[in-house]
């Protein structure tokens, strides 16, 4: 365990991880310093590097995927935590989101009863999003942002945010269908359906460590995602 300021309280984080060896070390220390006795759950899709390795070496817990893709092993992962912990923290492998904010994201969660998701917000002045990607990937993730206002009726300004936490009682009534980067898309209009609002605040964010594997045909999948939940 690593020292450092932090909360103690019922957290369980769950890191969707495939090939992630470069990001997966630094972004589990990371967690330990600023959310000391966290229960850490990564969902392997089996990697063919040392991710398996270093995750363990840091005192994770593993779960190998059955199937494939981030939101199969986001709803694989929450099945594998059950009901113990008050609070889900999602956050990705590759050391882009910040564990700081997470403090402060759980005590947004305590303070307010009505809140069932808080979500990191890249899109802020101190963030500098379009330095740590593409414009492209920037002007793609504003026009998905836009598009799940006007099919869902979720306004947020970072709905594919990679930082998250939800009241895992609420997380553990969901049944996933989404099987890969759409999932978030999912979530938000889970939470908001369920009656629950959803908190954005700023966080700073890096550029990844490893590969990108996010691509312009995830977003059409995305965007797919949308419509089938408003038509839900």
Do not use: C
């Amino acid at each position: 365990m690593i020292e450092g300021e932090g909360v103690r309280s019922g957290v369980a984080i769950l890191i969707a991880a495939m090939n992630e060896e470069k990001g997966i070390g630094p972004t589990i220390q990371e967690i330990h310093r600023y959310v000391r006795d966290a229960h850490i759950l990564v969902v392997d899709g089996r990697s063919s590097d040392r991710t398996v390795e270093i995750a363990k070496d840091l005192g994770a817990a593993i779960l190998v995927q059955e199937r494939k893709g981030k939101g199969d092993a986001v709803n694989q992962g929450i099945k594998k935590l059950g009901a113990d912990f008050e609070h889900l923290v999602l956050i990705d492998a590759d050391f882009t989101y910040p564990a700081q904010s997470i403090p402060k994201m759980i005590e947004i969660m305590k303070r307010n009863k009505d809140v069932g998701m808080v979500v990191g917000n890249r899109f802020n002045p101190n963030a500098k999003f379009r330095h740590a990607s593409n414009d492209l990937f920037y002007l793609g993730n504003r026009m998905l942002a836009f598009a799940q206002h006007m099919v869902n009726g979720v306004r947020l300004e970072d709905p594919l945010s990679g930082l998250r936490i939800v009241r895992n009682e609420l997380a553990q009534r969901w049944n996933l269908k989404s099987q890969g980067f759409d999932v978030e898309v999912e979530m938000n209009y889970a939470v908001e359906n369920g009656g629950y609002r959803i908190v954005e605040i700023p966080i700073a964010y890096r550029s990844r460590l490893g590969e990108k594997k996010l691509k312009f045909h995830h977003g059409l999948v995305i965007l797919r995602r949308m419509f089938a939940e408003g038509l839900s």
